[in-house]
């Protein structure tokens, strides 16, 4: 039973990075706090600690209306079911436009609790494995402060372990970079350890390059309660610590753009590439 309830829910400790290339250049860097979950354990996860809850208020919570389409029901103040829509069903409905020959067994989550019920997702990682528990499919959920949200979907190709996906960007995230370009994306996951990786790239320059590199921890009362004042989170802190670092670049006199009409698609296809390295 131990084993199970680890497997259901983990803290993920890491250090983000965000480095702006070019003139003017930026840098910042700090810690994060992220759950992984198993989408298909949620009452497990629930059970799991007395500061954690699924679905309800706690000091760090998971709630499925933060991602998908109930996610932008809620931003656009649409009518919306009080009883939470399973997120797992909702994965798998997209994974089945893409994968209609493979069963998904197993749905898995890299995201940003809610803290004292507040928060801010600015990208969630959603990891797809078929039955033999090989990863065969990822979505990369963005969200932009205006409360916009598109995905980005790869299929994972097999013996495949160093591929990127390459995908358009198509929503306006920061005010301080138009809505061309493409992004490389690349997450990897081993037993403990954790990295997702961001690069924007623009003309085949790049623009920006944004890393979380982190581990993986049992999810504990103890352990909640050491993050969050070791580390000092607290609630919208990655909200808030966009908005301070936006006011630098606006500082340096970083070139603005205006928020855009969102687009009309939620949904991408990236293609995936592969790397000797």
Known sequence: MGLILMQAVRLASSVITHTRHGKPSHFLSRS????????????????????????????????????????????????????????????????REYLPNKKIANISLLTFPRILNLNFNPISVFICQDQ?????????????????????????????????????????VSPFFPTDGEYILSYKKRKDTFSLIVRYVRNNKPAL?????GNFSQLSSIEILKHIIVNRQFPLRPLISIHFEALKLFLKKCVYHPRPTPPSIRISQSQTRKFNK
């Open 32 to 95: 994060g706090l992220s759950v992984f979950i198993d989408l298909d354990k949620l009452m497990i996860a629930n059970s799991q600690s007395s500061l954690f809850s699924v679905d309800k208020f706690n000091l760090i919570s998971f709630h499925q209306s933060d991602y998908g389409e109930e996610y932008l029901q809620k931003k656009r103040n649409r009518k919306h079911s009080k009883i939470p829509h399973k997120l797992a069903d909702y994965i798998r409905s997209i994974a």
């Open 209 to 213: 390059t944004a890393t979380m590199r």
């Open 132 to 172: 033999a528990g090989k990863d065969c499919f990822i979505i990369y959920e963005v969200h932009n402060t205006f409360g916009d949200s598109h995905s980005y979907v790869s299929i994972i190709e097999e013996n495949n372990k160093n591929q990127k996906h390459f995908a358009l960007k198509q929503m306006h």
